[in-house]
């Protein structure tokens, strides 16, 4: 019933070109890693470190109660339907960013830092050890775990394409 094509759209490119780069792991290795080695393969005690993009979405009962409320609203009378439109995504909005600062509140559990996030998608760049980032896929909410570049393309998409590209965009919030 209501457009959400933006953030479904976004969904569909990034799972497209990530289903790819997950199935080999990618995501998560260190390019610069020698052929013969995993994470934790050398004796030298150092962490290999990892940077992806982390999806996470609405509590789901909230977000079906919000579409209840808001359909209910519109068989009233109460509201038209691009009122309604406009309040299901201003809602939602918030109920991502709420997804984002749960996530915030419990990564401190984890050795996972957040660098940067695009709230109205629900995408935060966040970097720790691979078996880390592994275990937020644990945590209510998260739904994914993708290359660090749709990040970018996440960013570029909020702000309606109008991004600078360069290593300057990835450190503007810390």
């Known amino acids: 019933m209501f457009d959400d094509t933006g ?28 052929a013969d080695g ?3 393969a ?4 150092e962490a290999e470190i990892a940077t992806v993009t982390l999806g996470v979405q609405p509590d789901e009962a909230a977000l079906q109660e ?5 359909s209910s609203r ?18 939602r909005a918030e109920l991502t960013s709420d997804a984002v600062d749960r996530f915030r ?13 695009v709230d ?24 994914g ?4 570049a749709v990040f970018e393309e996440a960013r570029a998409q909020a702000g309606g394409g109008a991004t600078a590209s360069g290593p300057e965009n990835g450190s503007e919030m810390a």
């Not at 050398?42 to 005690?45: L, T, W």
């Not at 519109?74 to 809602?91: P, W």
Request: aromatic letters at 6%; glycine letters at 14%.
């Open 66 to 70: 919000l579409q209840s409320n808001i």
């Open 145 to 148: 775990l993708f290359p660090a």
């Open 120 to 143: 109205e998608f629900g995408v935060l760049l966040v970097t720790g050890e691979p078996a880390a980032l592994l275990d937020s896929l644990g945590f209510d909410g998260v739904n």
């Open 42 to 45: 050398g004796g030298d005690g």
């Open 74 to 91: 519109v068989q009233s009378g109460e509201l038209e339907r691009m009122e309604a439109q406009q309040e299901f995504r201003t809602r």
């Open 105 to 117: 509140n419990r990564s401190a559990d984890l050795s996972v830092s957040i660098d940067d996030t």
């Open 38 to 40: 995993g994470a934790g």
């Open 7 to 34: 953030r479904r759209r976004f969904m569909q490119l990034a799972g497209t070109g990530t289903a790819l780069s997950m199935a080999g792991c990618s995501a998560l290795s260190n390019h610069d890693s020698d």
